[in-house]
């Protein structure tokens, strides 16, 4: 039930090393790819990383420039810290094996609203799949 989804659903910090399969990943991305978006134009570009080396070197690159100066908020968790946590955490990704991004089309008005609708369809279908995210 969707309900249930919904509630068992919650965000992780810590990965292990265990890739998902392929079919589990084509699953979410499709998803995704459902997902509604402002007048049906499909603007978004989502790009899968299945990859767990890749994923470790895009996420170090992600946090390369990152400045925590502008971070807003103060300690989040003991048990899954995050880059507000603690200032040794290089991976923005935090090591998951596989990362999906979504890309919004520049200048169009509802481009966050559209990935935020693509990223909750993709969370939702991993869960069910039990898989974190």
Known sequence: ML????????????????????????????????????????????????????????GIMNMSDFDRSQLIGNYVSKEQPSVIDDPKIKNGFYGAPTVVCIFGQNNFLFRDADAFCIAENIVLQATELDISS
């Open 3 to 58: 309900m249930d989804i919904i509630k068992k659903r919650h965000s992780i910090r810590k990965y292990t090393d265990r890739q998902i399969s392929r079919g589990d990943l084509e699953t979410i991305l499709e998803a995704g790819n459902y997902a509604p978006n402002a007048g049906g134009g499909q603007r978004s570009i989502i790009v899968a990383v299945h990859n767990a080396e890749l994923a470790q070197k895009l």
